[in-house]
């Protein structure tokens, strides 16, 4: 079953708003059974939106749409549905309830211009919109079904969860889609690509479709398949990912919704361990990291960012002669880092970075880009040099999520 | 002119990523007073590439697509741009350039499949990627101009800025847009539309359009206007703004591309003034936003992140007493905090913020989202008291941008 989704609204294409919508809708759809073949903004422009609705249908047994439900005159939707179909408007009595609840709550009269909210085209059904005062509206026509939702976000998840997925699954037989993410560190997407190219190859033979989604020194891999049954497809995906372990096992972190913080998180509250990080060059930003993981009072204590040469002396005990001789981006300045926040906060663990963010501040031995982790842990203190590029935010999150890694590594590697 | 953006990648379509870029462009195309009549989104599928740009050339002059320019088998864009305009590939020894340059940096031999990144279709200009392996593409067919672009967001908006914008300004005769951003804090859109009102009915009378665009306890307010004459439309909002100054200016921390972290730092920078801070809740994004700004080490030194009660004890002198009787989020511990970072770390001001990130750990006294900010000057220290909602990442970034704010308000008052 193919389904398009069409946003609409001035807003999109003048870049005010960014299309959420469209990416909620293509996953529940998905969820579902049902693939998105297109998605498409437009205008607020009765011409464009018609013309939308002619390709898209061509391609597509499902078209939802959202946005241009307003009351104002800004919003144009309800009546190009009208002449879309060629029908009138009529009253439904049980969109005006919805319509009467809201203004209710607000201790306010219905206006004559929000009544207008529940006339809907003759040809549709009208969809609850518990959150707001334009109904949904579905429309069957010629075999294909049509539905308009609100652009508010709030009011068409509500929408799509409660009326329009369900509707859907009892007007089609849909097949069953699986996914599962991998969630990789550490390898960029074509050394990966080369690592794994006999077992990417191998996926065809079960109809598996794969697709590297790489971000900030991360790459996503999605498995995907579609079949009649559930079980028999994640039990094929599954095997798949074990056979993948056994190859890149090394960079592999976590799976789907997983994060690195999140990951590292579950691990020491597992084994009832704490962490503190001491940082320059991120300047908080690991912590940040660590702390927007709800639950992290568990485990996190605190930390120390020491930019200046002064405060790591005062803070973190690093001799101001190793500081002029060394560098604040060492080996060894940052090893002290990390023992002495690790002996400070009496926490198993600690990270500790220094490095040039860039874009000025490098030299040719300390070029931008240049950064020092250490991880002290209950048994040693080690340290390992990254070179990263010229982008000051990209550093910094790059950074993050090498430091990360290092301890989610060798958290594992005191397991064994 | 007119434009439209195609944004490739399957991905897009099962709703795993959110489509950030289109927003990006079409305000760029927008600024630069270009026209954007559509936005779609495609999967990584030749025909539907190809039928996307047989659409979009019927309304468009010019086409802008991201994504599927990766090195990998899934990415399918650059073949499909040879299959579409008939042309077989080209080996670019610029674009390889940037390839090596990336690798060097990462202190890596090219691969073959890399090496393949430098290839482009003959009909095609390589727009330098100084950010990643893969170059943009610029097409002048038939009057048409196409542009392909990597997907991953920080590379694409390089090239637009870099390359796309300025050569589209080269090859049409674009109308002159006026864009001008007033950057409001601390006021609701509602509260400061209705304050605004008349001054916003005013600007029909000079053809200056007013958009409204609210972020994290931020709105922004773009005045847009258009004509021949650059200076005359500047001069006629600058008129404006003064006259905005005159009702709002409170609220008001700067313009267009201003940051409130941003604005901090130069104030700072000019005074040689200096800030340190003493985070819980907001667990080093302060400092985050803070060290973001290039150059902050001229005026930030540090912090101090207690989450832990013993830590806030230790680092900053918070006696246990009070912190049992008055508790961590509390008028008396967050003052603390903010005197003693700022003795400690020798700075002229400094933050304390101590609150309920959520979405648990809250109480009928103290619900989630209560928040403590106290700012510590040469002369006093002094705190406020908020209540935010329930989402931990956003009552993060709430309580650091009214932080933030609170100390920009303060060092102003310590000029007059």
């Not at 030299?363 to 982008?391: C, D, H």
């Amino acid at each position: 079953m193919k389904a398009e989704i069409i946003t609409i609204g001035d807003e999109l294409l003048i870049g005010q708003v960014v299309d959420t919508n469209s990416a909620f809708i293509a996953t529940k759809l998905n969820e579902a059974g049902i693939h998105v073949c297109q998605i498409t903004s437009v205008s607020d422009n009765r011409e464009h939106i018609m013309e939308a609705l002619d390709n898209a249908k061509e391609r597509a047994d499902i078209i939802l749409m959202t946005g241009g439900l307003g009351p104002t005159n800004d919003d144009i939707t309800k009546n190009t549905l009208c002449e879309y179909f060629k029908v009138g408007l009529r009253f439904d009595a049980e969109a005006y309830k919805d319509v009467e609840f809201v203004f209710k709550i607000r201790g306010r009269e219905v206006t004559e211009i929000n009544r207008k909210q529940a006339e809907i085209p003759e040809n549709s059904i009208a969809l609850r919109n518990k959150n707001g005062t334009a109904p949904g509206m579905w429309f069957d026509v010629n075999g294909k079904v049509y539905v308009s939702m609100p652009g508010v976000p709030y009011e068409m998840k509500a929408l799509m969860e409660d009326e329009v997925i369900p509707r859907l699954q009892k007007r089609f037989t849909l097949p069953i889609i699986v996914h599962k993410n991998v969630l990789t560190i550490g390898i960029g997407e074509s050394f990966l690509a080369e690592k794994i190219a006999a077992w990417e190859a191998s996926l065809a033979k079960d109809n598996i479709k794969l697709a590297y989604l790489p971000s900030v020194g991360m790459v996503r891999l999605r498995l995907s398949s579609s079949g009649d049954d559930a079980k028999i497809l994640t039990q094929k995906t599954e095997k798949k990912i074990e056979e993948l372990k056994t190859i890149v096992g090394e960079f592999i972190f976590g799976y789907d919704n997983d994060t690195l913080e999140g990951v590292i998180g579950a691990m020491l509250k597992e084994r009832k361990q704490t962490i503190s990080t001491a940082e320059s060059c991120t300047g908080g930003y690991i912590s940040h990291l660590i702390t927007s993981i709800a639950g992290s009072s568990d485990y996190y204590v605190g930390s120390v960012i020491t930019y200046s040469y002064e405060i790591k002396t005062l803070e973190l005990n690093v001799s101001a002669d190793l500081l002029n001789i060394k560098g604040a981006v060492s080996q060894e300045v940052v090893e002290q880092m990390a023992s002495e926040v690790r002996r400070k906060f009496k926490t198993d663990y600690s990270i500790a970075v220094s490095g040039i963010a860039g874009p000025s501040g490098g030299t040719p031995e300390k070029p931008v880009g240049l950064v020092w982790v250490a991880i002290a842990t209950p048994e040693r203190v080690f340290s390992k040099k990254f070179q990263f590029a010229n982008n000051r935010l990209r550093n910094i999150q790059m950074t993050s999520n090498a430091a990360l890694n290092l301890l989610r590594k060798e958290i594992l590697a005191d397991k064994s």
